[in-house]
């Protein structure tokens, strides 16, 4: 039995982006429905945990080590009002996948960052942006004593409110130089990693791997959050996100869902198959249609979602995994995606964290078969991802979770920037073709950095 409900305060609903520039940010997260659709409904701002988890080359699972944790805080949720009521929240890096099974690791790890960050948050702010509502919320924890809780959260929300009437200011003016910016590839090495991988598929390794370059450039010399301000603007993303602590800052305009739990209910949103965006309205569409009618891109995508499928009925009931959409178009800012919806219903001895632990990294940014792609992976690209094809996003001390891949993304040290964008390499891809892709992919980020 869940103990009591959090409590929970009304404001007045107004721009999450202006309170989150007002909040102390070291250690809060923003998670960002910064375009509303179906998918993008409610915005989260997470304030000073209690309590934060980093993890770098441990010597314990950090999947089961969260778990134990998550154990100490149960919770009910207030119904009819934002999912996120307070939990566990942050970034999950892609070489989490090595502490699930024994992959390689690429060579190079010049970003230095964790593979895991979380906050354990008490203090969540919610936006319902279709209802133009706003609420906080408080659990009261660590405290673990019923009145001590909640003298700690009604502290907690009055302490918060005071934050609100910040006004919020302009975005400065800022651009760096496209020479500054330099890649792990130039286009003849990254055509030679896609004939490389096409070689494998040859071979019988695999089917599909996802091969991506990683740009980089010095560090802007500008509040990092205004950088996000300005991504977000050039490319409104249903789960974007911004988490900054210390030197380490992860701005993201993902469109991707990787897995949400909802009361037993799981759904991952797959993304393969990319076609760009054009301010000519026949052009756009004609590059819609020529998406939903490639042989190709629909490869790419089914084989994914049967990975998908596979994962989830890990830890599902038999008989309930369905694909109520196969490659279904979803347009965005700069590109046109294929994007198709897996379901579940979770077993009843599962949690969230087996769930996870049966699904990361997400497929649609490793490839099929999942292990023998990811070593490939580690044999092509130079570098770690670090948080690039990773998740983002929030574990709730109710056991409910929504998490996005972490693609699209901003990812600094204290020295310098950097983006990936990769693309699925098949037996048909045409390595030119793949090229241009991934640079396609990167047309938001790079405008962000170099136009004014």
């Not at 004593?145 to 003298?151: F, G, M, Q, V």
């Not at 580690?378 to 991802?385: K, L, M, S």
Request: aromatic content about 10%.
């Amino acid at each position: 039995m869940l103990p009591e409900f959090p409590l929970v305060e009304e404001f007045p609903y107004c721009c999450p982006v202006s309170v989150f520039a007002a909040i102390p940010q070291q250690g809060a997260l923003f998670l960002d429905s910064a375009r509303v659709d179906e998918n993008g409904r409610y915005s989260f701002i997470g304030v000073s945990p209690f309590e934060i988890m980093l993890c770098k080359n441990a010597t314990v699972n950090p999947f089961d080590a969260l778990e134990q944790k998550l154990k100490q805080y149960p919770l009910s949720c207030l119904p009819d009002l934002p999912p996120f009521q307070g939990g566990v929240a942050g970034m999950f890096g892609y070489e989490l996948g090595g502490y699930l099974e024994k992959i390689p690791q690429s060579t190079i790890d010049d970003l230095q960052l964790p593979e895991l960050l979380v906050g354990f948050y008490d203090l969540v702010l919610a936006w319902d942006n279709k209802q133009k509502r706003a609420w906080v919320f408080s659990s009261g924890y660590p405290e673990q004593e019923s009145a001590k809780r909640r003298e700690r959260a009604e502290q907690r929300i009055s302490w918060v409110l005071g934050y609100l009437s910040q006004p919020l200011a302009q975005i400065p003016n800022f651009a760096i130089d496209d020479s500054e910016i330099t890649s792990t590839f130039n286009q003849q090495s990254y055509e030679a990693a896609v004939s490389k991988v096409i070689e494998y598929i040859r071979a019988g390794d695999i089917f599909e791997a996802n091969i991506s370059q990683r740009f980089s450039c010095p560090r802007p010399q500008v509040d990092p959050f205004a950088l996000y301000r300005k991504l977000r603007a050039k490319n409104p993303a249903p789960f974007a996100a911004y988490l900054q602590y210390n030197d380490w800052v992860v701005a993201s305009a993902s469109p991707e869902r990787f897995l949400k739990l909802s009361d037993g209910y799981v759904e991952a949103r797959p993304i393969k198959g990319t076609r760009p965006r054009s301010q000519d309205p026949l052009i756009d569409k004609a590059n819609g249609e020529a998406l939903l009618k490639s042989e190709k891109d629909w490869a790419e995508n089914v084989m994914i979602v049967d990975l998908m499928r596979n994962d989830i009925s890990r830890v599902c009931k038999p008989n309930t995994i369905h694909v109520p959409q196969l490659c279904g178009l979803e347009s965005f800012a700069t590109v046109h995606h294929l994007v198709s919806v897996v379901e579940g219903q979770l077993q009843e001895n599962k949690t969230a964290i087996d769930l996870l632990k049966a699904t990361f990294p997400g497929g649609s940014i490793t490839g099929a078969p999942k292990i023998r792609t990811m070593e490939i992976i580690a044999e092509i690209e130079p570098t770690v991802r670090g948080p690039y094809c990773g998740s983002m996003g929030y574990i709730g001390f109710n056991g409910d979770m929504d998490l996005s891949i972490t693609i699209r993304t901003f990812v600094m040290n204290k020295e310098k920037l950097t983006f990936q964008t990769g693309g699925a390499v098949t037996v048909d891809s045409d390595p030119s073709e793949e090229y241009e892709e991934t640079l396609t992919k990167a047309k938001a980020l790079r405008k962000t950095l170099v136009e004014l």
